[in-house]
Nanobody, 120 residues
Framework: QVQLVESGGGLVQAGGSLRLSCAAS????????MGWFRQAPGKEREFVAA????????RYADSVKGRFTISRDNAKNTVYLQMNSLKPEDTAIYFC?????????????WGQGTQVTVSS
C-alpha cells in the first residue's frame, strides 16, 4: 500500500501561483510513476500532469502546458505541482496518484485531495 497526502491548496487570485505537494509513504516512492489530477464541481476528474519514476519524463494536459510544472524529490518521497498564471477555470480539488507499472493511466493509489480556488 502507498499512502498519499496532498497539501498546499488554497485561495489565490487569477494570475497568481501555488505549489502543491504530495507526500508518499508505505512503499518505495521511487518505484512509482506519479500524477496529478483534478476535479471541478459537476465535472469528471481529469488528468493534469505526470512524472515518471526516475523523474526523467513528464507529460501535461494541454490546458496547463506552459503554466504548470510537475517535479519530484525521491529523497523526500514527495511530488510537487508548481502552478503559475492560475485561471478561475483551474479551480478544483487536486489529487495526486501513484502507479508502479502503468505510465499511461496512473491510478493505483490516490490521495484525499486539496482544494484550489482561483478568484477572478
Amino acid at each position: 500500500q502507498v499512502q498519499l497526502v496532498e497539501s498546499g491548496g488554497g485561495l489565490v487570485q487569477a494570475g497568481g501561483s501555488l505549489r502543491l505537494s504530495c507526500a508518499a509513504s508505505g512503499r518505495t516512492f521511487s518505484n512509482y510513476h506519479m500524477g496529478w489530477f483534478r476535479q471541478a464541481p459537476g465535472k469528471e476528474r481529469e488528468f493534469v500532469a505526470a512524472i515518471s519514476w526516475k523523474g526523467t519524463t513528464t507529460r501535461y494536459a494541454d490546458s496547463v502546458k506552459g503554466r504548470f510544472t510537475i517535479s519530484r524529490d525521491n529523497a523526500k518521497n514527495t511530488v510537487y505541482l508548481q502552478m503559475n498564471s492560475l485561471k478561475p477555470e483551474d479551480t478544483a480539488i487536486y489529487f495526486c496518484a501513484a502507479d508502479e507499472k502503468d505510465w499511461s493511466t496512473i491510478d493505483d493509489y490516490w490521495g484525499q485531495g486539496t482544494q484550489v480556488t482561483v478568484s477572478s
